[in-house]
């Protein structure tokens, strides 16, 4: 009986032929292999093994046979009388036999299938071979033994070879491969040098940067150099898509119960990743913590999991695993921290490569239009290839486009807000920087409420510059600071400044943040909120202050610009007041109080106190800035 959910043409079978039989075996085989019905040449394809005993394949003495011949006669009353006769050394159907078997025996080696053949041979004279070769005293007689002991061989042998690592290679990767990839040399040299040693790999890195198109052709490299193993790809953005891909990958491997309902699934692939060595798997998106790392509520009576998903990886293994994750904690805990590769956003020659690949070649380029562009959208992959798309698909000009990216930060926002499509991401995929990185705000809000207020805040300061003090909050333990800015670092949405004391954003991360806080409708409190922390933090213009002002001015000077700013009686108007106040003194003693900077602070605060102030020391002032540009208007 054959196993379950074996098919008929996988069917394997062993002969056992004794004596004559094995050269009515032999002539079967041969006869089956050129039989027109297909079921009777299914006897010869699926034979994988005979064991003769004591079969004359070469013919024997025909005086001896003959009186093996009587015992037979004497067993089988209606024995043909003249088929001794067959086992005359020279004899024609002996001959055809023999020629037909090792006929069949070439063509099965020649197609990568042999048959398997062992010989045993009686000691004792012939009649008694008739009788009692196939008898045994026992278990422990050694006739039995040896012929037992080599169908056991071959059973075992066979059990390996049915097994799904022994079958046809599976290709599990649901993208076809990007003939326009740009090679990231170095990534592919770290991947290759860490599978040396590790049996898990992660890249990590902002959303859009390329760590699952790296993934892609990694696998078709990899199949390449390994074309005898196994490659899957696994989606892990949700528990439900990672058991969906388990599911699949089960059925596909025909692994024992894959078809029953209440097996364990990721039981059956996780058992089966640890015991074979022959496959490589892409765990994309692996960047929720709580995805892995939760232990489900599910009771065992549901037919879930009750352990955390990262039991269900493959643990100690020889095949290869390969990560993807926004979250570069995630890689190293899945991982392991040497075996974590830091996906960087492009070169500037690898960025141009992949402009030119996009743009149709027809397509007038300028070079400085193209360098520019490529230093707007920060070497991102993503952000390049959307770029490109609504070039084309507009008939624009790099430097139309251009322009409008020029234009504010809402129109910024819009062009990178376009989903255009992409058949090289995942069809659940955003295909737009500013949804890709949505993403990532939601998920540092779920998992560190406080690294997604620190964010919040940095995203209507300058960009760049950003102190920890103004980071802080006054019930903030020293280790809470740490967590929530090793948050966005990991996430790579801040990146620490040369100094190493100050933090700054992308200007595109910087945009896609403010954005999500306007979808939020939180945009405005974050900004009173920036309003409150620089009041309080900006120091007296005093030259011994000097160094923290400057360091203040560029997030002073951004915050009071934003035209939504509270009511004028409001007691964010007046922090607004002092602070102005404090950057125009500090802008005079600095730069002078004729420099335009100065001049259009100084405006600035005159059109936040009111248009009359007769009676205001600041603005009558013979040495105020406004007094000193009254006068030179005057004067001209």
Same mark, same amino acid.
């Given at each position: ?341 830091? +996906? ?136 809470? +600071? ?155």
């Amino acid at each position: 009986m054959d196993p379950p959910g074996v098919r008929e043409e996988n069917r394997k079978i062993i002969f056992v032929a004794h004596s004559l039989g094995g050269l009515v075996t032999q002539d079967c085989l041969w006869t089956s292999r050129n039989h027109p019905e297909k079921h009777l040449r299914q006897v010869s394809a699926c034979a994988v093994g005979i064991s003769f005993l004591g079969t004359p394949h070469h013919g024997a003495d025909l005086a001896a046979w003959a009186k093996f011949g009587t015992i037979i006669a004497r067993i089988v009353k209606h024995a043909n009388s003249n088929i001794v006769s067959v086992l005359q050394p020279g004899s024609e159907m002996l001959a055809r036999i023999q020629d037909g078997f090792h006929g069949l025996l070439r063509m099965r080696r020649d197609e990568g299938s042999e048959i398997a053949l062992t010989c045993f041979f009686e000691e004792l004279p012939l009649p008694v071979v008739g009788k009692d070769m196939t008898k045994f005293n026992d278990r422990d007689d050694d006739g039995y033994t040896k012929i037992v002991g080599e169908l056991r061989r071959w059973v075992k042998g066979l059990q390996a070879n049915d097994s799904p690592e022994a079958a046809k290679p599976l290709f599990l990767v649901p993208f076809s491969r990007d003939a326009t990839f740009v090679d990231r040399v170095k990534i592919f040299e770290d991947i290759d040098e860490k599978s040396k040693t590790y049996h898990g790999i992660s890249l990590s890195g902002i959303g859009g940067v390329g760590k699952s198109q790296i993934a892609i052709e990694y696998c078709y490299r990899f199949q390449n150099l390994h074309p005898t193993k196994h490659i899957f790809w696994v989606h892990s953005s949700t528990t439900q898509r990672l058991k969906q891909a388990y599911k699949v990958i089960a059925r596909r491997l025909e692994l024992p119960g894959w078809n029953d309902p209440a097996a364990d699934t990721l039981l059956l692939v996780s058992e089966w990743f640890n015991d074979n060595r022959e496959w490589f798997m892409v765990l994309d998106n692996a960047d929720d913590q709580d995805t892995f790392f939760a232990t489900s509520t599910s009771t065992v009576a549901d037919g879930e999991q009750t352990r955390p998903l990262s039991d269900y990886l493959p643990r100690d293994s020889q095949g290869l695993m390969l990560i993807t994750t926004r979250d570069q904690r995630m890689g190293e805990r899945l991982a392991g921290r040497h075996a974590s590769i830091i +996906v960087r956003p492009l070169t500037s020659p690898e960025a141009e490569e992949l402009l030119r690949s996009q743009l149709q070649r027809h397509h007038a380029r300028n070079d400085d239009d193209s360098s520019t562009l490529l230093n707007e959208l920060g070497y991102i992959p993503l952000a390049i290839t959307q770029a490109a798309a609504f070039i084309s698909q507009n008939s624009l000009t790099l430097t139309e486009y251009l322009d409008m990216f020029r234009t504010d930060d809402s129109e910024i926002q819009d062009l990178l807000n376009e989903d255009l499509g992409d058949p090289r991401r995942d069809s659940e995929s955003l295909n737009s920087v500013l949804r890709t990185w949505k993403l990532s705000f939601d998920l540092i809000s779920k998992q560190q409420l406080r690294a997604a207020e620190m964010l919040s805040l940095m995203a209507v300061l300058d960009r760049q510059g950003i102190p920890k003090s103004l980071l802080q909050n006054n019930v903030d333990r020293k280790i809470d +600071v740490i967590r929530a800015l090793g948050t966005l670092q990991a996430f790579s949405l801040i990146t620490l400044e040369d100094n190493g004391a100050t933090y700054q954003l992308h200007r595109l991360v910087q945009l896609a943040t403010r954005k999500w806080l306007e979808l939020q409708g939180t945009k405005e409190k974050w900004q009173e909120q920036a309003l409150r922390v620089l009041n309080k933090e900006f120091p007296l213009a005093d030259f011994e202050n000097w160094t923290i002002c400057e360091s203040l001015l560029p997030h002073a000077q951004t915050v009071i610009q934003y035209e939504d700013i509270p009511e004028r009686h409001s007691a964010q108007y007046s922090q607004a007041i002092a602070l102005m106040r404090q950057v125009v003194n500090l802008r005079t003693k600095i730069i002078g109080a004729n420099h335009p900077n100065t001049l259009n602070s100084t405006r600035l605060l005159k059109d936040w106190s009111g248009t009359s102030h007769s009676d205001n020391e600041y603005f009558t002032d013979a040495h105020s800035p406004l007094a000193i540009e009254n006068s030179a208007a005057d004067s001209g």
